[in-house]
């Protein structure tokens, strides 16, 4: 089967997004099927492009045994409201005119669009259009009810926005995204749409416990004494991510508990501003994937905080491979929401933003190295079980290979 991914955030990206489609284009090349990519630079979460990856306009990336073409796409030092919309916008002015121009040559019998951005679904409606092609649109975040949620759309544009949205998504043959939670929002704004769940998987060989301490804390310096609390990925303003220097901040006469913040993004400045003076916290970019499962496993403890009513708007790809690492999540979210659920039992879920229910938590945990055991045993079980790569894949192909090719 021929299938044509259209994607803002792609490999070689390290979280998120660029991680899950990456692994599914490659998995689909596997089991067969001949796969092309249209996408842009690797700029996420840094929201900055290295000097090798830089281009003119587009280019073709060789580095995949299938066809990956990247366009060039604007991309905010600080993005906001106004410059997100331009780095979408952007990115449809490039990525069309290459989706069209590939969908000519392959004549795909699927189009995916991954979203967001919203902004590659004309693209795909009119390749299906020209070609005949079955278009799937897979949501991984509810960017447009996000933004209305932090007041980054307001007024007659976030109405604008949702009716676009809506227009959009029900024209797509299929319809899937990551969690329950989501499928129901989904349904809500497309009735009876028939809506795929794949949860973002996660690789339970490569993320597993390891059978000592990880090497990593030696090169960190973090004695055998001390707990590890683990903060890894995108530094974004939808995390709410202040609420872990302010749990530092209460815990900063615990020698015994340190915190490290792992990963890159706009909030990166101002969490490193109310961190660093506190002496119990520390930084680190983003671990290449070699390192990953080590920085995970030199944890004692994860930390997942979102903003208060985001839990069932976009669900953290990272929340996967923390329970894999056999560690226990302390995650600060609405109780009643997806990530709650996969937490509970294998963790300790505090109300979002409360730092010192947080603290308490992170103590508590500190405090009882049985319970931390006994939680982490769980989540690497729940991970095992509910968001094995293969499992999730394999459902992904046997669903493509069911029908989903050309009406």
């Given at each position: 089967m021929k299938i044509l991914i259209i994607v803002k955030n792609f490999w070689p990206e390290l979280t998120g997004i660029g991680v899950c489609t990456g692994d599914l284009?490659?998995?689909?090349?596997?089991?067969?099927?001949?796969?092309?990519?249209?996408?842009?630079?690797?700029?996420?979460?840094?929201?900055?492009?290295?000097?090798?990856?830089?281009?003119?306009?587009?280019?073709?990336?060789?580095?995949?045994?299938?066809r990956v073409m990247r366009g060039a796409t604007f991309i905010p030092k600080k993005?906001?409201?106004?410059?997100?919309?331009?780095?979408?916008?952007?990115?449809a002015a490039t990525a069309t005119p290459l989706a069209l121009l590939e969908a000519l040559r392959q004549k795909p019998d699927i189009v995916m669009a991954v979203v967001p951005t919203l902004m590659a679904v004309p693209a795909m409606h009119a390749i299906g259009a020209l070609t005949g092609a079955r278009s799937w649109i897979h949501v991984q975040?509810?960017?447009?009810?996000?933004?209305?949620?932090?007041?980054?759309?307001?007024?007659?544009?976030?109405?604008?926005?949702?009716?676009?949205?809506?227009?959009?998504?029900?024209?797509?043959?299929?319809?899937?995204?990551?969690?329950?939670?989501?499928?129901?929002?989904?349904?809500?704004?497309?009735p009876?749409?028939?809506?795929?769940?794949?949860?973002?998987?996660?690789?339970?060989?490569?993320?597993?416990?390891?059978?000592?301490?990880?090497?990593?804390?030696?090169?960190l310096k973090i004695a055998a004494q001390q707990k590890l609390v683990l903060f890894t990925g995108?530094?974004?303003?939808?995390?709410?991510?202040?609420?872990?220097?302010?749990?530092?901040?209460l815990l900063k006469d615990r020698s015994d508990i340190y915190f490290l913040v792992c990963g890159e993004g706009p909030l990166k400045e101002t969490i490193q501003q109310q961190g660093a003076p506190l002496g119990n916290m520390g930084f680190l970019p983003l671990q290449p994937r070699t390192e990953f499962n080590a920085l995970l496993n030199a944890a004692d403890i994860h930390l997942l905080p979102q903003l208060p009513n985001m839990s069932d708007l976009v669900m953290p790809s990272k929340l996967g491979p923390l329970l894999a690492s056999g560690r226990p999540v302390v995650a600060s979210v609405d109780a009643t929401g997806t990530v709650?659920?996969?937490?509970?039992?294998?963790?300790?879920i505090v109300p979002p933003g409360d730092a010192a229910a947080l603290a308490a938590a992170i103590a508590a945990l500190a405090?009882?190295?049985?319970?931390?055991?006994?939680?982490?045993?769980?989540?690497?079980?729940?991970?095992?079980?509910?968001?094995?790569?293969?499992?999730?894949?394999?459902?992904?192909?046997r669903m493509l290979s069911a029908g989903l090719g050309k009406p």
């Amino acid at each position: 089967m021929k299938i044509l991914i259209i994607v803002k955030n792609f490999w070689p990206e390290l979280t998120g997004i660029g991680v899950c489609t990456g692994d599914l284009a490659d998995w689909l090349h596997t089991c067969g099927h001949r796969v092309s990519v249209i996408t842009t630079v690797p700029h996420y979460p840094a929201w900055s492009v290295a000097d090798n990856e830089k281009i003119l306009l587009w280019r073709k990336d060789t580095r995949k045994p299938y066809r990956v073409m990247r366009g060039a796409t604007f991309i905010p030092k600080k993005p906001g409201a106004m410059s997100r919309v331009l780095n979408a916008l952007s990115f449809a002015a490039t990525a069309t005119p290459l989706a069209l121009l590939e969908a000519l040559r392959q004549k795909p019998d699927i189009v995916m669009a991954v979203v967001p951005t919203l902004m590659a679904v004309p693209a795909m409606h009119a390749i299906g259009a020209l070609t005949g092609a079955r278009s799937w649109i897979h949501v991984q975040d509810l960017e447009v009810d996000a933004a209305i949620e932090m007041k980054l759309l307001t007024g007659r544009v976030a109405r604008l926005a949702s009716t676009l949205e809506r227009w959009l998504l029900r024209r797509a043959g299929v319809l899937s995204t990551i969690s329950e939670k989501m499928a129901a929002r989904l349904a809500e704004k497309c009735p009876g749409a028939d809506i795929k769940v794949f949860p973002n998987w996660i690789d339970d060989v490569e993320i597993r416990p390891l059978a000592g301490p990880s090497p990593l804390r030696a090169k960190l310096k973090i004695a055998a004494q001390q707990k590890l609390v683990l903060f890894t990925g995108s530094l974004v303003a939808k995390q709410g991510l202040e609420i872990i220097p302010a749990a530092a901040r209460l815990l900063k006469d615990r020698s015994d508990i340190y915190f490290l913040v792992c990963g890159e993004g706009p909030l990166k400045e101002t969490i490193q501003q109310q961190g660093a003076p506190l002496g119990n916290m520390g930084f680190l970019p983003l671990q290449p994937r070699t390192e990953f499962n080590a920085l995970l496993n030199a944890a004692d403890i994860h930390l997942l905080p979102q903003l208060p009513n985001m839990s069932d708007l976009v669900m953290p790809s990272k929340l996967g491979p923390l329970l894999a690492s056999g560690r226990p999540v302390v995650a600060s979210v609405d109780a009643t929401g997806t990530v709650a659920r996969m937490v509970e039992g294998a963790g300790i879920i505090v109300p979002p933003g409360d730092a010192a229910a947080l603290a308490a938590a992170i103590a508590a945990l500190a405090d009882n190295p049985q319970k931390r055991r006994q939680l982490g045993e769980r989540a690497r079980a729940r991970a095992v079980e509910t968001l094995g790569r293969s499992r999730i894949l394999s459902q992904i192909d046997r669903m493509l290979s069911a029908g989903l090719g050309k009406p």
